[in-house]
């Protein structure tokens, strides 16, 4: 069983960064590949932003390429989403996702296990 507490979350305004940390209580990190995907009010899941199990790969939605990175830490089992250059349609909730396959997908299916999610809003 794997548990995710994402945190960073909050009020910020257009323009400005947020960066968010999701950790991982689990002992084989590594082995995981991560995502982070948001939520927005009356709106699916979406994609934002996912890396592979070493880190060497990385894709992003191409609605925040340029604007956000996705990184691991795996001493640390945390995933991070710096977000910068945040616009108001960025607002909703951000959820990090793991896959045991250790792969970076898009597909919100393909991951195994999910945290709770934190609130992002972006005020224009």
């Known amino acids: 069983q794997v548990q995710l507490v994402e945190s960073g979350g909050g009020l910020v305004q257009a323009g400005g960064s947020l960066r968010l940390s999701c950790a991982a209580s689990?002992?084989?990190?590594?082995?995981?590949?991560m995502g982070w995907f948001r939520q927005a009010p009356g709106k699916e899941r979406e994609f934002v932003a996912a890396?592979?199990?070493?880190?060497?790969?990385?894709y992003y939605a191409d609605s925040v390429k340029d604007r956000f990175t996705i990184s691991r830490d795996n001493a640390k089992n945390t995933v991070y989403l710096q977000m910068n250059s945040l616009k108001p349609e960025d607002t909703a909730v951000y959820y990090c996702?793991?896959?045991?396959?250790?792969?970076?997908?898009?597909?919100?299916?393909?991951?195994?296990?999910w945290g709770q999610g934190t609130q992002v809003t972006v005020s224009s």
């Open positions: 996702a793991a896959d045991i396959g250790g792969w970076a997908s898009r597909i919100l299916h393909d991951y195994d296990y």
């Open positions: 890396i592979t199990r070493g880190g060497g790969t990385r």
């Open positions: 689990v002992r084989t990190f590594s082995n995981y590949g």
